[in-house]
């Protein structure tokens, strides 16, 4: 099992462009996720999926927009980047349930000029 | 909803030192803890977790963490310190940062400096 991927590892944008972060897993989780992680701030919660077809909003999702088409696949994508979305993302999956370990991506850094 | 702190964004020790990083919570329900370490450019890894059978709870690398639910603790420990146990620890309870039952949230983190 490869867990969960993440591509790319790193990204630079300018401001106003879009691109997509993609995250992979093959655990055949039903709930993956997608943090962002900022210096003093910990991980902060973006979106989330509890299955294919199946998106919800997190703690910061503004900016952001995800699909879920396959169990495997849930990319995260940015619209119209600015500064602020600076930061290291990183995908997360888990089976159902909350007793069960969250397994993270290796990450991706991405600068916004 | 719940929520984390988690005391110390800095902590240093001596190496072969005893290890604490502290951990509060708050919940509306039976909470389940996590920690999990961040080694420098990586992601995170678990721990040990707590999922309401026994209060303390045995981890990876020599870690462990006891669950008290009259202080809403969860600190972390470790009786000798490595220098391989330089990171940043985090703790999570499952749940709170809208993101269902199954999302985390999560303390600021803890930078753990290992002085040789």
């Known amino acids: 099992n490869a867990g969960v991927t993440q591509t790319p590892k790193f990204q630079v944008l300018k401001t106003g462009q879009s691109m997509t972060l993609q995250c992979a897993q093959d655990?055949?989780?039903?709930?993956m996720s997608w943090y962002r992680q900022d210096p003093g701030m910990g991980l902060r919660l973006i979106h989330y999926?509890?299955?294919?077809?199946?998106?919800d909003q997190g703690e910061v999702p503004n900016g952001y927009n995800v699909s879920r088409s396959t169990t495997e696949d849930f990319p995260l994508r940015l619209l119209s980047a600015a500064p602020s979305q600076t930061s290291v993302y990183f995908c997360?999956?888990?089976?159902?349930?909350?007793?069960?370990?969250?397994?993270f991506g290796p990450g991706t850094r991405l600068t916004v000029l | 909803a719940q929520s984390v702190t988690q005391l110390g964004s800095h902590v240093s020790v001596s190496e072969g030192a005893l290890v604490l990083l502290r951990c509060n919570y708050s919940?509306?329900?039976?909470?389940?803890l996590f920690w999990y370490v961040q080694y420098p450019n990586q992601g995170l890894q678990l721990l040990l977790k707590?999922?309401?059978?026994?209060?303390l709870v045995k981890g990876i690398n020599g870690f462990e963490a006891e669950f008290k639910k009259s202080e809403t603790s969860f600190h972390l420990t470790k009786p000798s310190a490595h220098m391989s146990d330089a990171a940043e620890y985090f703790c999570?309870?499952?749940?709170?940062?809208?993101?269902?039952?199954?999302?985390?949230?999560f303390g600021k983190g803890t930078h753990l400096i290992i002085q040789p």
């Open positions: 999926s509890v299955g294919a077809g199946i998106t």
């Open positions: 655990m055949n989780h039903e709930y």
């Open positions: 919940s509306s329900v039976p909470p389940y």
């Open positions: 999570a309870v499952s749940g709170g940062a809208g993101g269902g039952a199954d999302g985390l949230t």
């Open positions: 707590y999922t309401s059978a026994a209060t």
């Open positions: 997360a999956s888990r089976v159902q349930g909350g007793t069960d370990t969250q397994y």
